[in-house]
């Protein structure tokens, strides 16, 4: 009796509790959450931007690697990032970890979005990025082009690239 109310409790709990990258799973799996404002934000490109604005700030690759579809991200970022390639989404978690460890990230903040009113087409953003070695203490600045593309009703990243 005490654990079919701790799991009633949790059944009626769990749809108001807002876990760290809850839309991007609930988006990657086509689960519905309970609260429809969230789900219609979740499938926004505009909210997907400020998700990966506030994900990248806080060096969190787990919700950046949730954003990859079923297919690949293309990733080009120059000679302080990964060969550039395609990438499965575990593959992403990786290299972001990695840079994330080695570079701390100053400054994150997209200031131009293409194609966001035109949701049947792709949709970019360009953030201005700065970031510093954690050894040499050298501050880098350049930019990152972020594109998603339709996946069934979903928003995934397909591209990441970098310029200075």
């Known amino acids: 009796m005490k654990r079919f109310l701790i799991y009633l409790s949790l059944a009626v709990l769990l749809p108001f509790i807002d876990l760290p ?3 991007a799973l609930a988006q990657r799996t086509g689960k519905a959450r309970v609260d429809t404002l969230v789900l219609k934000e ?3 490109p505009a909210m997907i931007f400020r998700r990966i604005e506030g994900a990248w700030r806080k060096s969190d690759a787990r919700y950046l690697a949730g954003l990859v579809g079923d297919g690949k991200v293309y990733i080009v970022m120059g000679e302080m990032g990964p060969k550039s390639g395609y990438y499965s989404s575990s593959q992403v978690f990786y290299l972001l970890k990695k840079i994330f460890r080695e570079y701390s990230q100053m400054k994150f903040e997209f200031v131009k979005y293409h194609n966001v009113d035109k949701p ?3 949709v970019f953003a360009v953030a201005y990025r ?3 070695n954690i050894r040499s ?3 880098f ?3 990152v ?3 998603l593309c339709k996946e069934g009703d979903d928003w995934v990243m397909t591209e990441i690239k970098t310029s200075r």
């Open 120 to 122: 049947g087409r792709k």
């Open 145 to 147: 082009y972020i594109t």
């Open 21 to 23: 990258g809850g839309e």
């Open 130 to 132: 700065s970031y510093k």
């Open 42 to 44: 979740s499938i926004s």
């Open 137 to 139: 203490d050298r501050v």
């Open 141 to 143: 600045q350049d930019k």
